[in-house]
């Protein structure tokens, strides 16, 4: 079975350039996380779907994120325009819906750098 | 606010034991779960707690006091593979989100 897989592993871009992260969950799970980690502090949760729709968004800082999850397979996170502070490693996460929930499949992390 | 607090480092000696520590606050409270990370990797599951107690899986066990607001997560026999990172994490309310500590780097010594 194939993990979560993520693109880009890094992106390099400067202030007030566009950038779309690209997460593919594990096929069947209806739950797709995204999260953020900022240097050295804690993964912060960014949003939540289930399947297509958004469960919970709180997370999200700033309308200069969006993120989409059309048909309920792959989703997108645009940061537009991205500002100093968006630097950090991108994680997206999936999960079976229900009972097994618990247990959250990460990818590896797409590494954003803001200069 | 919501917080959980666990040590930034520890190191250990191959083949000892380890206890990484966590204590929480938050609105609401379902369970902890355990993630493990190697640098550049993806934090990967170790455990859950819903319940107060002991859960054993192989070397790794974690524990759970709700009234403590605390829980921890234990190491037996590290081995050198063991060093990496290791985040706790509630789940604070009905959804799945998880909101994470800062992390443990866990450093083992030959």
């Known amino acids: 079975e194939a993990g979560v897989t993520q693109f880009p592993s890094h992106s390099v871009i400067e202030k007030g350039q566009t950038v779309t992260l690209r997460c593919d969950p594990i096929?069947?799970?209806?739950?797709l996380y995204w999260y953020r980690r900022v240097m050295g502090k804690e993964i912060k949760f960014l949003l939540h779907?289930?399947?297509?729709?958004?469960?919970?968004e709180s997370g999200m800082p700033n309308n200069r994120f969006l993120a989409e999850r059309t048909g309920g397979t792959y989703s997108t996170l645009k940061v537009q325009p991205a500002e100093l502070e968006d630097s950090g490693v991108y994680f997206c996460a999936s999960s079976q819906d229900r009972g097994s929930g618990n247990e959250q499949f990460f990818g590896p992390g797409t590494r954003l750098t803001v200069l | 606010g919501q917080s959980l607090e666990q040590p930034s480092e520890v190191t250990a000696v191959e083949g000892a034991i380890v206890q990484i520590n966590c204590t929480y606050q938050?609105?609401?409270?379902?369970?902890l779960s355990w993630y493990q990370q190697h640098d550049g990797g993806a934090p990967t599951f170790l455990s859950y707690?819903?319940?107060?107690g002991l859960e054993e899986t192989g070397r790794f066990s974690s524990f759970l006091s709700r009234s403590d607001s605390y829980g921890y997560l234990l190491l037996q026999e590290l081995q050198m593979k063991d060093s990496a990172s290791y985040f706790c994490?509630?789940?604070?309310?009905?959804?799945?989100?998880?909101?994470f500590g800062s992390g443990t780097r866990l450093l083992v010594r030959p």
């Open positions: 096929s069947g799970h209806d739950n």
């Open positions: 779907f289930v399947k297509e729709s958004k469960q919970d």
């Open positions: 994490a509630v789940r604070s309310d009905s959804s799945y989100k998880l909101i």
């Open positions: 707690n819903a319940l107060d």
């Open positions: 938050t609105s609401g409270f379902y369970g």
